[in-house]
């Protein structure tokens, strides 16, 4: 083989995994089944019509599994095809015989390299096989051929797109991951410097058993700057030095900064309230950076909204976020960038965060952050 052609043979099935059945699924079969049913008792002109009616029948449940094994399905749906065919059942001529296209941008949508290889041969093989019991016209060749590419085409388009979006959304927890990385190091790095400032005041100030307590501030004062040195380095690997932002970290009390009422766009009004307990840096500064996500989100896609409410209740076990619009709620959405930067953010720090339509109207992001257990 070239290579062009092993590295294709060698390519991997879809990225992301498909879902193993949606609901679309059975509603496909569900409404396929009468049809061809339908299509036979109103075309009788069609030759051995009830022979493929039968067939299509038997065939489509082979819907339900066209992701999981999209080359097997097509196998058995065009090798029953062909044996009627070749049996004198002539041409299927019905239109719901189109089904046979669905599992071929299955195979080119969902299959490995080598099953979009194979089922593209499978299908040459059966249109030159439809030569035996007919000759076709030159229309009726073009046209099929034409058909079978568009959806060849449509399936690794959309396969490629796919693959494309998961690459950018990877990208996007890579960047989370390195603002978080940031985020810890600088948390870090506060407290052990403190440590190192405070034993070598311990060494200067030690009165009883001085000699014993200089040691042991000694070696606190080491393992603080080596651990100071080692988390830097680290942080150095986890991010591009020339992209660090070295602004101070936001926190919760910076949230203030999103309130505004500017003629023209959403209110903005921001309510904290909470204890007296100081939050950890990472948590305040994943507060902060989470509340503007959604603030921003709002202020972009929420339609013929008036108002942003964000409202932040902080206590002894962590912090409740709540972004709240008024605009017009939608049905559903699919996960942007924005909303997969929020949850990634909110996971590394054993929280969770949630984005979705309110029962009550608008959209409402939600994000829990507890105040320890969580790690990088």
Do not use: K
């Not at 089944?33 to 051995?48: D, H, K, S």
């Not at 100030?205 to 380095?233: H, K, N, Y």
């Not at 500064?285 to 932040?312: G, L, P």
């Amino acid at each position: 083989m070239t290579s062009p052609v092993r590295a294709w043979w060698d390519a991997p099935a879809a990225i992301p995994p498909p879902p193993r059945r949606v609901w679309r699924d059975w509603v496909l079969v569900g409404v396929l089944a009468p049809l061809t049913f339908v299509e036979a008792a109103l075309r009788p002109e069609v030759p051995f019509r009830w022979l493929w009616a039968g067939v299509l029948l038997a065939l489509v449940p082979l819907l339900l599994w066209r992701r999981t094994h999209p080359l097997t399905t097509l196998t058995v749906a065009f090798a029953a095809g062909s044996i009627i065919s070749l049996q004198g059942g002539g041409e299927p001529e019905l239109f719901t015989t189109a089904y046979f296209l669905i599992l071929l941008y299955a195979v080119m949508r969902w299959g490995s390299g080598r099953a979009m290889l194979l089922g593209g041969l499978l299908v040459l093989v059966g249109w030159l096989t439809s030569f035996l019991s007919r000759t076709p016209t030159a229309a009726d060749a073009i046209g099929g051929i034409a058909v079978v590419v568009a959806v060849c085409t449509l399936g690794v388009a959309f396969r490629w797109r796919s693959r494309a979006r998961a690459r950018e959304l990877d990208r996007m927890r890579l960047l989370e991951r390195e603002q978080l990385a940031r985020d810890l190091h600088d948390t870090v790095a506060h407290h052990v410097s403190a440590i190192a400032i405070q034993a070598q005041a311990g060494t200067a100030v030690a009165e009883t058993d001085p000699d014993a307590a200089a040691r042991v501030l000694r070696v606190i004062e080491g393992e603080a700057s080596r651990t100071l040195d080692e988390m830097r380095a680290m942080v150095r690997v986890l991010r591009r030095e020339d992209a660090a932002d070295l602004s101070p970290l936001p926190g919760i009390g910076e949230l203030s900064r999103l309130a505004e009422s500017v003629p023209g766009r959403p209110q903005v009004r921001v309510a904290v309230t909470g204890g007296d307990e100081a939050l950890p840096p990472a948590v305040a500064a994943a507060t902060f950076r989470i509340a503007q996500e959604a603030v921003t989100n709002a202020r972009r896609h929420a339609r013929h909204a008036a108002r942003i409410d964000v409202a932040a209740t902080h206590d002894a076990d962590g912090v409740r976020l709540e972004v709240h619009d008024d605009g017009e709620a939608a049905a559903s959405a699919p996960p942007g960038y924005g909303i997969t930067g929020m949850v990634e953010r909110a996971t590394l720090l054993g929280g969770t965060c949630a984005a979705g339509p309110d029962p009550d109207g608008g959209w409402t992001v939600t994000a829990v952050l507890p105040r320890t257990g969580w790690t990088l």
